[in-house]
């Protein structure tokens, strides 16, 4: 029971993460669209701040829960498997999970120089950085639910 409510809780906080990662780099390209509307501009950068720092504790609440599931086995082997003993595909997942953390924080950066008055990519290139994430979360969702090697 106590493995269920594990995987459970990590995929609510790393749906809510996602969320994250999928609708800041939007608020980038508005506000990079907002020109000089200094009043959307802030409310944007608000809007941006308040996300970043929701992903972050959304991140963080799914990497310790899923750090439960890969060694909590170690801890209580009564309450939660071995889910991937030698498996291999565990290591690409978390790379691709690191790559994806890393998007969010380059877009968290990308997100503090707007708010600095420094420029950002154009918002042509910026729509272009947000369909980043769809695929790697596709190789991830394809490794979790495959587990090709």
Known sequence: MAYLWTKSLHLLFVMAWMGGVFYLPRILVNIAEAGDAPVVRERLLLMGKRLYSFGHNMFGLAFLLGLVLWLGHLVAPQWWPDLVGGMKWIHAKLTLVIVMMAYYVFCGRLLKRAAAGGVLPSAKALRIINELP????????????AKPF
């Open 134 to 145: 769809v695929l790697l979360l596709l190789a991830i969702i394809y490794l979790v639910i």
